[in-house]
């Protein structure tokens, strides 16, 4: 089962779990997806020991994907 | 690390130019000439007065621990960047390790545990990832670069290193045009400055860099 996560202040959060075959859970996955990145955060999709991937549409094959706020110099 | 996509952060910071391995070199080396403008003058100095009066001594000292503490403050400055933040509480913080564990290999999540720093080797060198801030240590293992970089908001701080390992692993030198370079110089120097804790770290990113 695919999984959205967002990362936030209870360690993180999962908005969404979804399977290939299942619509209404795909649909409810997409919504939720994009609203979170309507609120500003960016998708992260990691692919593999030292990479990762922002992504800008829900990746239906992905097994995780991690939403993450901006980062910024300190 | 993918270059695939550039980091969206950088469009914060345009006026930047986008930090590849040869601007990070220049930038070194206007650090290194930046310190010894700082220490050649306080020693010149107190050899000039212990030529001219040996008497001034006490002057020439002070000249001399200016010479040895401003490149020390500095230094000072780039090992904050990676000192532990105060805790969220423990579950979330639990939580947040479990997913911070499950981006890293075994080698660097135990290196993590030990640590509060979470390994990862890039083109530019291998980089130590802490809660507020990063350490690059430059291939050769002599130089490390300080990075000041955060995330904002109420996050268990193994979520903010993660937030930062993600944003590195999307974008190195994205990573690096975002951040603040708050050090840059010899190993040696952050090392006396860190936390013992984190100091089997860098010894193990200069072994590998």
Redesign the interface.
Known sequence: MARL?R??????TTLAEWTAGDAAATEDAVAAFRAQLDAGY?A?V??G??????VGELPMDAE?V?L??????? | ??T??V???TA??YWRPRLDAARLRRRGRGWTLSTLAHTIPFLATAALLMALEPLSFPVAAIAVVHAWGIPALYANRGAN?VRPRPR?DC?????????LG??L?HEARELHARTGLAP???RLGVWLVGE??ALLVRPGGRRVDCW?????????S??RT???L??L??DEEG?AT???LAFSGAVWRLRRRLPPAMRPALQTARACA
């Open positions: 996560i990362m936030d202040q209870t360690g993180h960016y992260v990691s692919t020991e030292g990479h990762a991937d922002q995780l991690i993450r706020r901006p980062i910024a110099g300190g | 690390m993918s695939a996509r980091l969206p952060e914060a910071v960047v969220a579950g979330p913080e639990r939580t947040a390790l479990g997913l499950d981006l290999g990862e080797r890039g507020a801030g000041c970089v955060k995330v904002d908001g109420d996050l268990p193994a979520d993660a937030h930062l993600l944003a692993r999307e990573f975002v951040a603040n």
